[in-house]
């Protein structure tokens, strides 16, 4: 497997995200099964790999979670502020 880009990453939707996620952790799963009938080669590396893809992935959903809560914050503090003058002016 190869290694994630982020900025490959940040182009995809969160459905393609949470996909993405649980093929990897099928794909990591057979690895680990894989390692403990000793049909793995340890030096690749594959398990390391996939375990950093997987923790890339869930970065690329928390930094969208969390961008979209900022915005809704934002949105939120701008129409508070805009009432907050409309009151005030009335």
């Known amino acids: 497997m190869k290694r994630l880009k982020t900025q490959e990453l940040s ?29 793995l080669k340890k030096e690749l590396g594959e398990i390391k790999t996939v375990r950093r893809n997987i923790a890339r992935v869930m970065t690329a959903i928390s ?3 969390n961008s979209a809560v900022a915005s809704a914050a934002r949105a939120e503090d701008s129409s508070k502020s805009t009432k907050e003058k409309d009151e005030s002016q009335s």
């Open 63 to 65: 930094i969208e979670r």
């Open 11 to 39: 182009k995809l939707s969160h459905d393609d995200l949470i996909a993405r996620e649980n093929d990897l952790r099928s794909e990591l799963s057979t690895l680990r099964s894989k390692a403990a009938r000793g049909t």
